[in-house]
């Protein structure tokens, strides 16, 4: 319970939104750890694929800090030594052929042939983390690109996600090839995203990443068709990318912006920023519609809510904001 506005946001900010410090520690410590049993697979098993000298890169909104509460996943690509293989690109996949020296690829390739099977390399990670004594009661299943590692005691899954890194293509540049989930491979690369991410909350004094889980966290309430969450990232990016505005470091003043973009932005294609993927709205008519006609609602309670806050009305206001986002959020004391 609050008696002003900027008590109530940041009750709910720490309470509800953001993720809790200390279960953020644990998980990084949990998949540090992993990490660490993940190195000795190829010794311990000599079947196993050689590991790349960087090993691994962190990935996904937890990665980012971008992820709201609850810590339900977290993301690694583990980097596989590629021993001088080649990749053939074409429209739908990439097919990976291993040389012939590569032996423990040889041994997750296709049928009679050298191009090697995403699934068998997602599959020889699930039975490494089986034999690891912390995980015997773990759920561990493949989940298309990843092999997906679910502790009982904890809250989150891990998703492991095998890789190969390419050399430089002409434009100097280097790509990740992950699974498909279809038994072949396709490019990715989370340092883009992650770049992106630091380089605009820092161009706006560290003040981004807040709004984007708030908004993270109203997009998900049951009013409204929910997008993606990586799709709702870029377009909040994508607004303070080309935003010559400074960012305030009040939570609620940058909502009524970004209620205010959404409704129109919605409609709009949103451009991959690692121009891999193309537009990456691929939400349905209705969809954006019905998306575009909530941002508007809450566009409108979000002035009336800082009207009444401009008037010291801060029972009012927060009335307005707990309309926004629902019980939740705290009520005036």
Avoid at 227 to 234: A, D, F, I, Q
Wanted: hydrophobic share 35%; net charge positive; aromatic share 10%.
């Amino acid at each position: 319970m609050a008696k002003k506005v900027i008590t109530a946001f940041n009750e709910f900010m720490t309470n509800t939104v953001n993720l809790d410090k200390d279960r953020t520690k644990e998980a990084r410590s949990s998949r540090d750890w992993l990490v660490k049993q993940i190195k000795g697979f190829p010794t311990g098993e000599n079947d196993f694929p050689l590991l790349h000298p960087d090993l691994y890169v962190y990935f996904g909104s937890f990665a980012r800090r971008t992820k709201k509460r609850p810590l339900d996943d977290i993301d690694m690509i583990i980097i596989l030594h590629a021993q001088g293989n080649s990749y053939n690109e074409y429209l739908d996949k990439i097919e990976l052929t291993a040389t012939v020296s590569a032996d423990r690829q040889l041994k997750l390739c296709h049928e009679n042939t050298r191009s090697i099977n995403s699934i068998k390399v997602i599959n020889k990670f699930i039975k490494a983390l089986e034999s690891i004594d912390q995980y015997k009661n773990a759920e561990i299943k493949r989940n298309q690109e990843a092999a997906t590692l679910q502790l009982k005691s904890k809250d989150w899954n891990f998703d492991v996600v095998p890789a190969f890194i390419t050399n430089k293509d002409v434009n100097g540049k280097t790509f990740y090839l992950i699974p498909d989930g279809k038994g072949n491979w396709k490019k990715t690369d989370p340092r883009l995203d992650r770049d992106r991410t630091t380089n605009v909350n820092q161009s706006k004094n560290g003040r981004v990443l807040n709004v984007i889980r708030a908004v993270k966290y109203w997009n998900k309430r049951p009013t409204m068709p929910s997008m993606g969450s990586y799709l709702l990232e870029n377009m909040v990016l994508d607004y303070y990318d080309n935003s010559i505005a400074e960012a305030s470091e009040y939570v609620d003043i940058e909502l009524v912006k970004i209620f205010g973009d959404l409704k129109s932005r919605v409609y709009d294609s949103v451009n991959d920023p690692k121009n891999i993927q193309g537009n990456i709205n691929n939400l349905s008519l209705d969809e954006k519609y019905k998306i575009s006609e909530r941002a508007n609602l809450d566009y409108e309670r979000a002035k009336e809510a800082r009207k009444f806050e401009g008037e010291l009305k801060h029972k009012e206001s927060i009335n307005k904001w707990r309309e926004i986002f629902g019980t939740d959020f705290p009520e005036y004391e």
